[in-house]
């Protein structure tokens, strides 16, 4: 980051002003081709868009990418594909090193985009932090931290009478840190270049609110008869101390005792992060093998060399004596025998590192056998060595 700690970089950029780091990751590669992005641009399952050129104005095509789209040779159009790191390898490897600055809570995931010469998406700002990482090739960015009016008439929306600020070249290896608001505008230069773009997580207030009720509500059926219908055997006739057009307290209180199990805690909220920030995004598939293993199996790779891995697409979090994966929770509070603790250990260490080193330090307990069996079974975890799906 410039030679400033994690710490220095948040206290004076983060979400305040852009910053250019020279060689951030020196001489930075990339690990994935032109012809392997457009190979996944083409996939249903894969979140892609192709930007073009077309009489002075940018045309966007959703993907999945065309064939004869993918033979537009070297003209100036961008491929842009989101989520890489659960796609190909390498992507939760470059995420990592981010977690020294930015918890994993607030990374969402790993953009590439290719450009040909002269290529970009336009002027814009984005509502989340992106740290923009140059791979081959070489990318002219502008930024202002203006306010400038959106043409919402344009196929992709971009800023009108742009200004830039300030104006940098960016070689591979490079990278742009840009907070939430700032316009910035990235053109390839010299010939094709690729940009890896790492955004932060920034869920709007009316988006958690509307997930946070769902999740309420699904709390709550499995609680209630939400078949039951609203009854009252004891009504009372209107009095004049209680007229009919009034809300009566006896009304009040039934209708209070249906909707009291919408009470929550911090128990409740923590439980909803959990599950929020891990969720899978809806084009999100999970290969699960042909055969599973069964427990004993499972019991029994465990304790020989291999790597118990989560698959690429899989995304876990901890919080406290939780474990969350994928949005689902896996609960250690309730229990604190000593092979609940080891467990616990294990599991944290495996979300943490994405990873872990077989054979176990000692035999598996049977509930840890049975969430790996059950993980493995659901397409989060494989077990280096089993047969693939």
């Known amino acids: 980051m410039g030679g400033l700690t994690p710490q220095a970089f948040l206290d004076a950029h983060w979400q305040k002003k852009a910053l250019l780091v020279r060689q951030a990751i020196p001489g930075f590669t990339g690990f994935v081709s032109r012809d392997d992005l457009i190979a996944l641009a083409r996939r249903q399952d894969v979140v892609s868009r192709l930007v073009t050129t077309k009489k002075a104005r940018l045309r966007v095509q959703p993907g999945p ?3 004869s789209a993918a033979k537009l040779g070297e003209g100036p159009w961008s491929i842009l594909v989101q989520g890489i790191e659960g796609l190909v390898p390498g992507g939760w490897e470059l995420l990592r090193q981010f977690e020294a600055i930015v918890p994993r809570a607030r990374l969402d995931d790993l953009m590439i985009s290719y450009a040909t010469v002269g290529a970009g998406v336009g002027p814009h700002t984005d509502l989340y932090d992106v740290f923009l990482l140059q791979g081959p090739g070489r990318r002219r960015w502008q930024i202002s931290t203006q306010t400038f009016s959106v043409d919402d008439d344009a196929e992709v929306p971009s800023l009108q009478g742009f200004v830039a600020e300030d104006d940098f070249i960016l070689e591979p290896g490079d990278m742009l840190y840009l907070p939430p608001g700032v316009a910035h505008h990235g053109v390839a230069v ?3 270049c690729f940009t890896y773009s790492i955004g932060a997580v920034a869920p709007s207030v009316e988006g958690l609110l509307q997930n946070f009720l769902g999740f309420l ?3 709550v059926e499995a609680q209630v008869d939400l078949a039951a219908m609203y009854s009252d055997p004891d009504l009372q006739a209107p009095t004049t101390t209680v007229p009919a057009h009034v809300i009566s307290d006896g009304m009040s209180r039934r209708v209070q005792s249906i909707l009291d199990p919408l009470r929550f805690g911090p128990a409740d909220v923590d439980e909803f992060l959990g599950r ?4 899978p995004k809806p084009t999100v598939v999970f290969q699960v093998p042909r055969r599973p293993p069964g427990q004993s199996d499972v019991r029994d790779l465990l304790q020989k060399p291999g790597t ?3 698959t690429l697409p899989t995304r876990g979090l901890r919080r ?3 474990l969350f994966l994928n949005g689902d929770l896996i609960d250690f509070a309730d229990d604190n025998k000593a092979d609940s603790h080891a ?4 599991c944290s260490q495996l979300i943490e590192q994405r990873a ?3 054979p176990l330090p000692s035999p598996p307990s049977d509930a840890l056998t049975a969430v790996v069996t059950d993980a493995i079974e659901r397409g989060f975890l494989v077990i280096v060595g089993l047969p693939k799906p």
């Open 276 to 279: 929020l920030m891990t969720g």
């Open 308 to 310: 118990l891995q989560l």
């Open 320 to 322: 406290g004596r939780q």
């Open 217 to 219: 509500s699904q709390k």
């Open 190 to 192: 010299d010939g094709p």
């Open 356 to 358: 872990l080193s077989l």
């Open 65 to 67: 990418m065309s064939t």
């Open 343 to 346: 467990d616990l250990a294990l």
